[in-house]
């Protein structure tokens, strides 16, 4: 009895322990559960507000934008790395910023939103168009001309759900949302920036400390080499007192990690070489001793014969440029490598005077199909006869004008020319439009439809060539691969810590990359880029300061074997991890201390300007005007630090003061006051500089927003899905 009364004493709380451990069997397991009451699987969040799906969403259409910009299919993981960090600093900057003018009762609607949207595709036929979307339009002109590019910006949420479009669809959000971003900034700033304020008084006593002076100086660099012999200490409290008065300096606001890495460049041998060349060469006599080029096509399996017709300007190739277009045509262009990763040969078999593009206009004639027009009302064999009937019409000199209208097959009725470019259509389409006069016509079955096209006129005309280039890239053989692979597992198998991983590396002639305070999210280490693999093995969890890698393969272009050399978790860092950062700064700092010490003794045994600057070897610089509250730009860089204490000096005297960096050996005149400005309104910049940031800093501000937040980035998670 005594055990069922303490069971129903503790009924409640056994009721909450039998229904998590329920919940718990149904989910999976306790670590499960876990999950469900953290931020395990949570890759963003902003106080509190999770952000995955609307960081992977801006993702995607960010990476849409950029390979739109800049013609890519693919991009590398460096460029990755440059969309990641965008599309995080401005979903957080906008966060937090929606915060702000929450709290002031400024919210922007659906209506705002959709304004601005109109607003920006308006600025299109404007002087001042949104530059995002001018180069985007740019883009898209280049294959369907300035119009229809402008009409599909337009039209674009008819793109959202079409098969083919949601690059471009995606590009044009990320595009809408920078400039609804960009609008909430220039206000929330503004507001932020106006919101300081600097009294009269203040900007008063400012304007009398105020000065002028006309100076001689030189500069001294503290690690020149006549200063070598200057070499300070410093001492263990030294250390810990600067550290416990600057604790905020070290704050780490991310993980970051010290990663050594060993690499092994995956590169073809002199045997390698060799045997390519050879190849090569054996495959160019076949070349030249082939009937044709399609039978040598063929017989090596090279595939179709490049038909296309080139510019100088599309060979990007130097090399490859004078072959082409300064020797006759049929001229064998015999085998040579490129930057050593690449062999080429071929030849130049056809040249003609072409225009770059043609101006048409065109009546459409469809016919049913059962895939692509399933509505059409012609049959095939009618559409035939009906196009080849407005064919003699137009030869006969009708206008195609007229008779457009009931052959615009869904174009709008302003869309009644077109520009068609020799690069991006059909080769046999183009040669027809080519070679057919002005005012001509010709006929073309395109999928579901017979097309009428008049030449309406054609670009003034450019020597073009049509040529074979064969290519043999210099790669490594199995061989070698194997080999290299073989002796970074050697490697990795010698080392247990990051000093061993230095020493085996050392043993065998391998060049170590040292990567210092490396983020979860880069994709570059030391100079080695596209190394994810090797950044997300360091942040892995478990991973620890010593850990030694396996051997890692990066794209096949070079096997790698890395160490943690250091651990740097968000938050405050210990003083044993800083104090080597620590004595570094400080033995900086006291070195330039020492010098400004040693030069003011020899002025003072009566020692010039001129003799120390010649003894240092630097030079003297007479007549600069300096003041007081000058910008540092204008104070010939002299740092403000060593400004404080030229201003300090008496007038008409010598000194040598030391900055953060440098020593600056200073002779000045007398000092004059400076007329304070109309309302202080000078006085009043100078504050708002020094207080806010130098001209009015818009990072200083977010940097305090993003102090003040609740802030969770795991987004190296994105890596591990």
């Not at 322990?17 to 395990?40: C, E, P």
């Not at 247990?496 to 050392?506: G, K, T, V």
């Not at 910008?631 to 300090?648: G, Q, T």
Request: aromatic residues 10%; glycine residues 4%.
């Amino acid at each position: 009895m005594a055990a069922i009364g303490a069971i129903r004493k503790h009924g409640v709380l056994l009721t909450i322990i039998i229904g998590l451990a329920l919940l718990a069997f149904i989910v999976g397991d306790f670590s499960s559960l876990r999950a469900i009451f953290s931020d395990q699987y949570t890759m963003a969040s902003v106080n509190g507000e999770k952000l995955n799906e609307q960081y992977q969403k801006e993702y995607e259409e960010n990476s849409a934008l950029w390979k739109i910009l800049y013609n890519k299919q693919t991009l590398e993981e460096t460029e990755n790395y440059q969309i990641h960090e965008l599309t995080w600093n401005n979903l957080l900057e906008t966060k937090l910023i929606d915060k702000e003018l929450d709290k002031l009762g400024l919210q922007y609607s659906n209506e705002m939103i959709e304004a601005a949207s109109d607003e920006m595709i308006a600025s299109l036929r404007t002087n001042r168009p949104n530059q995002l979307l001018a180069q985007m339009v740019n883009v898209i002109a280049e294959q369907y001309g300035v119009e229809n590019a402008l009409s599909i910006i337009s039209n674009i949420e008819d793109y959202r759900d079409v098969e083919g479009a949601s690059e471009l669809y995606n590009a044009y959000k990320a595009i809408q949302r920078f400039n609804i971003t960009d609008a909430k900034r220039m206000h929330y700033y503004a507001l932020a920036q106006g919101a300081t304020y600097f009294s009269d008084k203040m900007a008063e006593q400012l304007a009398n400390q105020n000065k002028n002076t006309m100076a001689s100086f030189a500069m001294l660099n503290p690690y020149a080499p006549v200063f070598n012999d200057v070499v300070p200490s410093v001492s263990d409290k030294e250390m810990k007192d600067w550290y416990n008065n600057h604790k905020k300096a070290f704050d780490v606001m991310e993980n970051l990690r010290d990663i050594d890495v060993a690499v092994f460049p995956v590169t073809p041998s002199t045997e390698d070489l060799q045997t390519i060349e050879d190849s090569v060469r054996a495959e160019y006599q076949r070349f030249v001793a082939a009937p044709s080029l399609l039978e040598f096509n063929m017989a090596e399996e090279k595939g179709l014969v490049d038909s296309t017709y080139y510019t100088a300007e599309d060979i990007n190739i130097d090399e490859l440029d004078s072959l082409i277009f300064k020797r006759p045509v049929g001229s064998m262009i015999e085998p040579f490598t490129y930057q050593d990763i690449v062999w080429y040969y071929g030849k130049v078999y056809g040249a003609e005077m072409r225009p770059d593009s043609v101006m048409v206009a065109f009546l459409v004639v469809d016919y049913k199909t059962s895939a692509q027009n399933p509505n059409g009302t012609r049959t095939k064999k009618q559409a035939r006869l009906e196009a080849d009937s407005l064919n003699q019409l137009v030869k006969s000199g009708a206008n195609i004008f007229q008779l457009m209208p009931s052959y615009l097959a869904g174009r709008q009725a302003t869309d009644t020319t077109l520009w068609v470019p020799e690069r991006g259509t059909i080769p046999s389409l183009y040669n027809e439009f080519v070679h057919t006069n002005i005012g001509g016509t010709y006929v073309h079955q395109s999928g579901s439809a017979y097309v009428v096209y008049q030449i309406l006129a054609k670009t003034t005309p450019i020597e073009k060539r049509q040529f074979v280039i064969y290519t043999h890239e210099i790669t490594p053989s199995e061989a070698t691969v194997k080999g290299i692979k073989s002796s970074a597992n050697t490697l990795a198998a010698a080392a247990s810590n990051a000093d061993e991983l230095i020493d085996a590396a050392n043993a065998q002639g391998v060049q170590v990359l040292k990567g210092t305070n490396v983020r979860a999210m880069d994709a570059t280490i030391s100079q080695l880029p596209n190394c994810r693999e090797i950044v997300s093995w360091a942040f892995s969890k478990g991973v620890k300061t010593d850990d030694v890698s396996d051997v890692i393969n990066l794209s096949n272009r070079i096997y790698a074997v890395a160490a943690v050399r250091n651990v740097r978790e968000k938050g405050m860092q210990k003083f044993d991890a800083v104090k080597t950062d620590i004595e570094n700064q400080l033995k900086a700092e006291k070195k330039v201390e020492m010098i400004a010490n040693n030069v003011n003794e020899e002025l003072a045994k009566g020692a010039s300007l001129q003799d120390l600057a010649g003894k240092y070897s630097t030079t003297v610089m007479d007549s600069i005007p300096l003041t007081y509250l000058a910008e540092s730009y204008m104070n010939r860089n002299i740092e403000d630090l060593a400004i404080s204490k030229i201003f300090a000096m008496p007038a008409n005297s010598s000194k040598a003061v030391a900055g953060k960096n440098y020593v600056y050996l200073v002779n000045v005149s007398n000092f004059n006051d400076v007329p304070a400005s109309p309302n202080y309104a000078g006085e009043k910049g100078a504050l708002r500089n020094i207080c806010v940031g130098r001209g009015r800093n818009e990072a200083t501000i977010m940097q305090g927003l993003r102090a003040k937040a609740k802030i969770l980035d795991q987004r190296n998670m994105f890596y591990s899905k």
